[in-house]
Protein backbone atom coordinates (compact mmCIF):
# COMPACT_ATOMS: atom_id res chain seq x y z
CA UNK A 1 0.00 0.00 0.00
CA UNK A 2 1.23 3.02 -1.16
CA UNK A 3 0.90 6.30 1.57
CA UNK A 4 1.05 9.55 0.49
CA UNK A 5 1.86 12.66 2.59
CA UNK A 6 1.50 16.14 1.74
CA UNK A 7 3.10 18.94 3.65
CA UNK A 8 1.99 22.56 3.81
CA UNK A 9 4.73 24.45 2.14
CA UNK A 10 3.72 27.96 3.28
CA UNK A 11 5.13 31.56 2.96
CA UNK A 12 5.16 34.84 4.58
CA UNK A 13 2.15 36.96 3.97
CA UNK A 14 2.39 40.73 2.93
CA UNK A 15 1.07 41.99 6.11
CA UNK A 16 3.53 39.44 8.01
CA UNK A 17 6.55 41.05 6.34
CA UNK A 18 5.28 44.91 6.74
CA UNK A 19 4.68 43.56 10.52
CA UNK A 20 8.51 42.28 10.93
CA UNK A 21 9.81 45.16 8.99
CA UNK A 22 8.03 48.25 11.36
CA UNK A 23 9.07 46.34 14.44
CA UNK A 24 12.95 45.82 12.97
CA UNK A 25 12.24 50.00 12.29
CA UNK A 26 10.98 50.45 15.97
CA UNK A 27 13.74 48.55 17.66
CA UNK A 28 16.53 50.48 15.34
CA UNK A 29 15.06 53.61 16.01
CA UNK A 30 15.45 52.88 19.82
CA UNK A 31 19.03 51.35 19.15
CA UNK A 32 20.10 54.73 17.43
CA UNK A 33 20.11 57.20 20.35
CA UNK A 34 22.05 54.92 22.74
CA UNK A 35 24.32 54.20 20.05
CA UNK A 36 24.98 57.91 19.03
CA UNK A 37 25.41 58.47 22.88
CA UNK A 38 28.09 55.78 23.18
CA UNK A 39 29.95 57.56 19.79
CA UNK A 40 29.72 60.50 21.87
CA UNK A 41 31.25 59.48 24.86
CA UNK A 42 33.67 57.46 23.07
CA UNK A 43 35.03 60.69 21.45
CA UNK A 44 34.85 63.02 24.61
CA UNK A 45 37.06 59.80 25.83
CA UNK A 46 39.61 60.42 23.09
CA UNK A 47 39.81 64.12 23.17
CA UNK A 48 40.69 63.89 26.98
CA UNK A 49 43.45 62.33 26.13
CA UNK A 50 44.54 63.80 23.21
CA UNK A 51 44.81 66.85 25.62
CA UNK A 52 46.50 65.23 27.84
CA UNK A 53 49.35 64.13 25.55
CA UNK A 54 49.60 67.48 24.65
CA UNK A 55 49.55 69.12 27.98
CA UNK A 56 52.18 66.24 29.37
CA UNK A 57 54.61 67.20 25.66
CA UNK A 58 54.26 71.04 26.83
CA UNK A 59 54.80 70.09 30.64
CA UNK A 60 58.08 67.97 28.99
CA UNK A 61 59.45 70.44 26.74
CA UNK A 62 59.64 72.65 29.89
CA UNK A 63 61.05 70.70 31.87
CA UNK A 64 64.08 69.67 29.04
CA UNK A 65 64.67 73.72 28.22
CA UNK A 66 63.38 75.58 31.17
CA UNK A 67 61.20 77.60 28.61
CA UNK A 68 57.63 76.97 27.72
CA UNK A 69 57.31 76.52 23.69
CA UNK A 70 56.41 79.82 22.07
CA UNK A 71 57.91 81.38 18.90
CA UNK A 72 59.89 84.72 19.69
CA UNK A 73 57.01 86.82 17.63
CA UNK A 74 54.72 85.34 19.99
CA UNK A 75 56.53 86.22 23.27
CA UNK A 76 57.16 89.65 21.51
CA UNK A 77 53.04 89.73 21.18
CA UNK A 78 52.45 89.74 24.56
CA UNK A 79 54.69 92.09 25.39
CA UNK A 80 53.02 94.42 23.21
CA UNK A 81 49.17 94.00 24.38
CA UNK A 82 49.71 94.66 28.34
CA UNK A 83 46.47 92.70 28.70
CA UNK A 84 47.35 89.07 28.36
CA UNK A 85 50.30 87.85 30.52
CA UNK A 86 49.89 84.24 29.01
CA UNK A 87 49.13 83.29 24.52
CA UNK A 88 46.07 81.30 23.60
CA UNK A 89 46.55 79.96 20.33
CA UNK A 90 42.58 79.49 20.05
CA UNK A 91 41.13 79.31 15.75
CA UNK A 92 42.78 82.03 13.91
CA UNK A 93 42.80 79.73 10.66
CA UNK A 94 43.72 80.70 6.84
CA UNK A 95 43.76 84.24 6.98
CA UNK A 96 40.85 84.65 9.33
CA UNK A 97 38.96 82.65 11.82
CA UNK A 98 38.24 78.99 12.37
CA UNK A 99 34.55 78.14 11.09
CA UNK A 100 31.37 75.45 11.63
CA UNK A 101 30.37 73.16 9.20
CA UNK A 102 27.52 75.86 9.32
CA UNK A 103 30.20 78.38 8.24
CA UNK A 104 29.92 79.87 11.50
CA UNK A 105 33.11 81.42 12.96
CA UNK A 106 34.47 80.50 15.92
CA UNK A 107 37.03 83.58 17.31
CA UNK A 108 38.79 82.63 20.12
CA UNK A 109 42.04 84.77 20.44
CA UNK A 110 44.63 86.31 22.89
CA UNK A 111 43.33 89.14 24.32
CA UNK A 112 44.93 92.57 23.38
CA UNK A 113 46.93 91.15 20.78
CA UNK A 114 46.83 92.08 17.00
CA UNK A 115 44.88 89.84 14.26
CA UNK A 116 48.39 89.23 12.58
CA UNK A 117 49.79 88.04 15.84
CA UNK A 118 46.77 85.18 16.48
CA UNK A 119 47.78 81.85 16.04
CA UNK A 120 46.40 78.43 16.00
CA UNK A 121 47.89 75.48 17.29
CA UNK A 122 50.13 74.39 14.50
CA UNK A 123 53.29 76.67 16.09
CA UNK A 124 52.78 74.41 19.15
CA UNK A 125 52.53 70.86 16.93
CA UNK A 126 55.93 72.09 15.05
CA UNK A 127 57.81 73.00 17.71
CA UNK A 128 56.97 69.79 20.10
CA UNK A 129 57.33 67.49 17.43
CA UNK A 130 60.52 68.98 16.18
CA UNK A 131 59.10 69.93 12.69
CA UNK A 132 60.90 72.54 10.33
CA UNK A 133 58.26 72.33 7.74
CA UNK A 134 54.76 71.28 7.72
CA UNK A 135 53.54 68.04 5.11
CA UNK A 136 52.18 70.74 3.02
CA UNK A 137 54.93 72.43 2.60
CA UNK A 138 54.65 75.82 4.39
CA UNK A 139 58.16 76.60 7.04
CA UNK A 140 57.27 75.91 10.87
CA UNK A 141 58.11 78.65 13.37
CA UNK A 142 61.11 75.91 14.52
CA UNK A 143 63.26 77.17 11.29
CA UNK A 144 66.50 75.36 11.49
CA UNK A 145 65.17 73.22 14.97
CA UNK A 146 66.06 76.74 16.97
CA UNK A 147 62.98 76.06 19.42
CA UNK A 148 63.93 72.27 19.47
CA UNK A 149 67.59 72.05 18.89
CA UNK A 150 67.50 68.54 20.50
CA UNK A 151 64.80 67.66 17.91
CA UNK A 152 62.77 65.46 20.61
CA UNK A 153 59.46 64.35 19.44
CA UNK A 154 57.44 65.50 22.74
CA UNK A 155 54.64 65.44 20.60
CA UNK A 156 53.59 62.23 18.72
CA UNK A 157 49.94 62.75 17.51
CA UNK A 158 48.62 60.95 14.70
CA UNK A 159 49.10 62.78 11.40
CA UNK A 160 46.21 62.82 8.66
CA UNK A 161 45.10 64.65 5.92
CA UNK A 162 41.93 66.70 5.22
CA UNK A 163 41.31 69.87 7.05
CA UNK A 164 38.57 68.49 9.43
CA UNK A 165 39.70 65.72 9.84
CA UNK A 166 40.46 64.51 13.59
CA UNK A 167 44.45 64.62 14.40
CA UNK A 168 47.46 66.70 12.98
CA UNK A 169 46.71 67.58 9.24
CA UNK A 170 49.32 68.81 6.78
CA UNK A 171 49.28 72.27 7.79
CA UNK A 172 50.00 70.78 11.52
CA UNK A 173 46.87 72.34 13.09
CA UNK A 174 45.65 69.55 16.26
CA UNK A 175 42.19 68.72 15.47
CA UNK A 176 39.86 67.27 17.98
CA UNK A 177 37.48 64.27 17.79
CA UNK A 178 35.11 66.42 16.08
CA UNK A 179 37.36 68.35 13.61
CA UNK A 180 37.99 71.45 15.48
CA UNK A 181 41.26 73.05 16.29
CA UNK A 182 42.39 72.41 20.21
CA UNK A 183 42.64 75.50 21.92
CA UNK A 184 45.72 75.96 24.69
CA UNK A 185 46.66 78.58 27.01
CA UNK A 186 50.34 78.39 28.16
CA UNK A 187 51.63 80.56 31.80
CA UNK A 188 54.08 82.86 29.62
CA UNK A 189 54.38 84.81 32.67
CA UNK A 190 55.57 81.89 34.90
CA UNK A 191 53.50 82.37 37.17
CA UNK A 192 51.73 79.16 37.68
CA UNK A 193 48.86 80.43 36.59
CA UNK A 194 46.92 80.76 32.77
CA UNK A 195 44.85 83.40 31.76
CA UNK A 196 42.77 81.94 28.55
CA UNK A 197 41.45 83.98 25.88
CA UNK A 198 37.80 82.79 26.20
CA UNK A 199 37.66 81.70 30.22
CA UNK A 200 39.35 84.78 31.39
CA UNK A 201 35.85 86.73 30.35
CA UNK A 202 33.10 87.60 33.22
CA UNK A 203 30.57 86.38 31.12
CA UNK A 204 31.99 83.00 30.67
CA UNK A 205 33.42 82.70 34.07
CA UNK A 206 32.22 84.50 36.56
CA UNK A 207 29.82 82.39 38.97
CA UNK A 208 26.51 84.44 40.43
CA UNK A 209 27.07 81.73 43.56
CA UNK A 210 30.65 81.88 44.01
CA UNK A 211 30.99 86.19 45.26
CA UNK A 212 33.30 88.30 42.97
CA UNK A 213 36.65 86.34 43.00
CA UNK A 214 35.59 82.76 42.32
CA UNK A 215 34.16 81.72 39.05
CA UNK A 216 33.05 78.62 37.05
CA UNK A 217 35.23 75.47 36.65
CA UNK A 218 37.86 76.33 39.31
CA UNK A 219 38.63 80.05 38.02
CA UNK A 220 39.05 82.98 40.24
CA UNK A 221 39.63 86.57 39.72
CA UNK A 222 43.59 87.32 39.50
CA UNK A 223 42.63 91.02 40.38
CA UNK A 224 39.65 93.33 40.54
CA UNK A 225 39.50 94.56 37.32
CA UNK A 226 37.00 92.82 34.35
CA UNK A 227 38.05 89.64 32.57
CA UNK A 228 41.16 88.62 34.76
CA UNK A 229 39.57 85.19 35.47
CA UNK A 230 42.47 82.69 35.63
CA UNK A 231 42.83 79.06 36.52
CA UNK A 232 46.18 78.17 38.98
CA UNK A 233 47.31 75.54 36.34
CA UNK A 234 50.60 75.97 34.01
CA UNK A 235 48.55 74.74 30.61
CA UNK A 236 45.31 74.76 29.59
CA UNK A 237 43.82 72.71 26.59
CA UNK A 238 40.48 72.25 25.39
CA UNK A 239 37.77 71.51 22.73
CA UNK A 240 34.66 72.77 21.51
CA UNK A 241 33.12 69.78 22.38
CA UNK A 242 30.67 67.67 20.37
CA UNK A 243 28.47 70.82 18.99
CA UNK A 244 31.54 72.61 17.84
CA UNK A 245 30.71 75.73 19.76
CA UNK A 246 31.59 78.78 22.22
CA UNK A 247 29.92 81.83 22.95
CA UNK A 248 30.80 85.15 25.07
CA UNK A 249 27.22 85.31 25.30
CA UNK A 250 26.87 82.25 28.09
CA UNK A 251 28.06 81.28 31.34
CA UNK A 252 31.01 77.98 31.37
CA UNK A 253 28.40 75.83 32.14
CA UNK A 254 25.15 76.60 30.19
CA UNK A 255 24.44 76.78 26.20
CA UNK A 256 26.52 75.61 23.59
CA UNK A 257 29.41 76.45 26.34
CA UNK A 258 28.14 73.29 28.47
CA UNK A 259 29.79 70.43 26.13
CA UNK A 260 33.03 72.45 25.89
CA UNK A 261 35.86 69.56 26.92
CA UNK A 262 38.64 70.36 29.62
CA UNK A 263 41.81 69.17 30.62
CA UNK A 264 41.37 70.37 33.98
CA UNK A 265 38.22 69.32 34.83
Known amino acids: MNVSSTQDHRGFTLIELLVVIAIIGVLAGMLMPVVSKAKVK????????????????????????HRFPA???TREALGDSGDSPDFTWGT???????????????????????????????????????????????????????LNPQKTPFLKAREVDGARTPGVGPDGVYRD???????????LDYNDQCRDGFYRYDSVSADPAGGAAKGFNGHMKAKPAANTFELRAPVMVWSLGPDGLASLQQKANFGVNKDNVLSWK
Open 92 to 146: RYAGGWWRTKRNQEIRIETAGVQFRNQANNSELVAILSGLTQFRNGEATPNANHT
Open 177 to 187: PWGNPYIVTVD
Open 42 to 65: GQIIKARTEMADLAGAISAYQATY
Open 71 to 73: SKD
